[in-house]
C-alpha cells in the first residue's frame, strides 16, 4: 500500500506565536497499547488509533526544539498538501474547514502541529499563512527548507534530511524521539453497538490485515478502526477511500476466515492472500475495515438457531427485528453505521435479498458467475453469488458497475452456464 519510494529534503520546525483568543485545544490522552504495537488515545470525546508499527514518514536524524526533552513524543499533527500556486491565510482557512466538513476523524485537536507540504517547488506559502496558522495556536510548524526561504519567523528552528513516502494530507500522530521520530497515520475507533462486526480490521505496510483485538468493557462491543477520509482525497482510484466491510466467507490476507463457525476457526490458517473478489475492492481503493458476523457456513439460520456468535442487532422498528439470513451482519451493518460506506455479502438462496429487506437498505443477488468465488468458502457451489448493501441507490449502482467485470467472472465448468 505504501511507496517505497523516497525523497529527501530540508525539514523546517518553527515554533508559533501564539495570538489572542486560540483554540482550546483537547490534549492526547494515551489509553493502552495493543498487542501489534498501535497506540490507543483519546482526544476530547473520541478514541483513536495510532499504527505505530506502520509509520507512513521515518525521521532518524532531526535536531529540533522538540527533541530538547528525553521524553517520548506523542503529537497530534496535520498535513496540508495542496498544489495551488500561493498557500495564504484564505487558503489555509479553507482547508480547514473543508476537512472539518468532509472528515469525521480530523479535529481541531489534530492541529497542534501543522505540516505544510506543498506539492510543487513552484507553490509560494505566504506570511499571512503562519499568522492564520499562529491565530489557531498551533504550537509547531513543519516545511521543507526550500519553502521556508525568505520568511522571516519567530521561534526554534531546526533542520534535517526527511525521507517521505507518498505522504496523503489529514491528521497523523508525530511520535517518536530525536533517534526516532514517526509521523503516523490514525483511525477513529466506533464502537459497534449493533455486534454486525466480529471485529475491526485495518492494513499493514505488506498489504495484510490486522484484527484489532479491542472491545469496549460494558457489553465487549468490537472496536472498528476508520481511516481518515482526507487520506484518500488525491487518489484517482474510483473506491478511494470508501469503507467497506466483508462477510467473513471471503478470504482476506492475514485474517482466519471463520465461516461463522468457531470450530472451523480453530482448525483454519490465517489466509496468504486476499480473495479475487476482494483484491478488486483493494486495487481500486477500497478499504476494508473489519470481518462481519454471518450464520454458521452461510446457512439461512434464523436468530434463535444462532450458536456461534451473537446475532447481530436490526436498527431497524424497536432493534429485535431479524437481520434474517446469512449476510445479517453486512445487511444491518449498512443500515446502522453512517461511517460505513458498503458491506460485501453473499446470495445463495436470499441471504442478500432478506438482510437488504428487512434492513431497509440496497442489497442484490447478480447473475450467477458474475463474480469469481475463489478462496470463499461455498454453500451451493454453483448457484453462490457475491453482492453488495449499500444505503443509496446510486451509489449501490456505482459500486456495482466498477466491481463485476468480465476478468472475474465465474468459469463455467462451476456454474454450469454458457
Not at 468493557?217 to 472498528?224: S, T
Not at 490465517?270 to 454471518?294: C, E, F
Request: charged share 15%.
Amino acid at each position: 500500500m505504501h511507496s517505497t519510494v523516497v525523497r529527501a529534503f530540508g525539514l523546517l520546525s518553527i515554533a508559533a506565536t501564539t495570538l489572542a483568543a486560540p483554540y482550546k485545544r483537547n490534549p492526547p490522552t494515551v489509553v493502552q497499547k495493543t498487542i501489534q504495537d498501535g497506540v490507543v488515545f483519546t482526544l476530547g470525546n473520541n478514541t483513536y488509533l495510532a499504527d505505530t508499527r506502520n509509520p507512513r514518514v521515518t525521521e532518524t536524524n532531526i535536531q529540533s526544539v522538540l527533541m530538547e526533552t528525553n521524553e517520548s513524543l506523542f503529537m497530534p499533527m496535520t498535513v496540508i498538501s495542496t498544489d495551488d500556486g500561493i498557500i495564504d491565510r484564505h487558503r489555509i482557512e479553507d482547508t480547514i474547514q473543508a476537512y472539518l466538513d468532509g472528515d469525521d476523524v480530523f479535529s481541531l485537536d489534530f492541529m497542534e502541529g501543522v505540516y505544510i507540504a506543498p506539492r510543487s517547488p513552484l507553490v509560494n506559502v505566504t506570511t499571512s499563512a503562519f499568522d492564520q496558522l499562529s491565530r489557531m495556536d498551533v504550537k509547531h510548524i513543519f516545511m521543507n527548507q526550500h519553502h521556508a526561504q525568505g520568511h522571516k519567523l519567530l521561534g526554534a528552528l531546526s533542520f534535517g534530511d526527511f525521507n517521505e513516502t507518498s505522504l496523503p494530507p489529514g491528521p497523523y500522530i508525530l511520535t517518536g524521539s530525536a533517534e526516532d521520530l514517526q509521523l503516523v497515520p490514525v483511525y477513529r475507533l466506533y464502537e459497534d453497538a449493533y455486534r454486525d462486526f466480529l471485529y475491526g480490521t485495518y492494513e499493514a505496510a505488506d498489504g495484510s490485515y490486522t484484527p484489532l483485538e479491542l472491545t469496549y468493557p460494558a457489553f465487549r462491543y468490537p472496536a472498528i478502526p476508520v481511516p481518515s477520509r482526507i487520506y484518500s482525497w488525491n487518489d484517482p482510484r474510483p473506491f478511494a477511500g470508501f469503507r467497506v466491510g466483508i462477510k467473513d466467507l471471503y478470504d482476506t490476507k492475514g485474517l482466519v476466515t471463520t465461516g461463522g463457525s468457531q470450530a472451523w476457526a480453530y482448525i483454519n490458517e490465517p489466509a496468504t492472500s486476499n480473495a479475487p473478489s476482494i483484491q478488486r475492492i483493494v486495487d481500486l481503493g477500497g478499504v476494508l475495515v473489519g470481518k462481519q458476523k454471518l450464520a454458521q457456513f452461510a446457512s439461512g439460520a434464523n436468530p434463535w438457531q444462532w450458536q456461534e456468535e451473537h446475532y447481530p442487532f436490526n436498527p431497524r422498528g424497536d432493534g429485535w427485528l431479524t437481520c434474517s439470513a446469512s449476510s445479517s451482519g453486512g445487511g444491518c451493518s449498512i443500515a446502522a453505521y453512517d461511517w460505513l460506506d458498503y458491506a460485501i455479502g453473499s446470495d445463495t438462496g436470499s441471504s442478500m435479498r432478506r438482510p437488504a429487506a428487512v434492513s431497509g437498505t440496497y442489497g442484490n443477488r447478480p447473475s450467477q458467475g458474475l463474480m469469481s468465488l475463489e478462496q470463499v468458502l461455498p454453500l451451493g457451489g454453483a448457484t453462490d453469488t457475491a453482492g453488495v448493501f449499500s444505503r443509496d441507490p446510486h451509489r449501490w449502482a456505482y459500486f456495482a458497475k466498477h466491481w463485476y467485470i468480465p476478468s472475474l467472472h465465474q468459469s463455467t465448468n462451476v456454474t454450469g452456464l454458457s
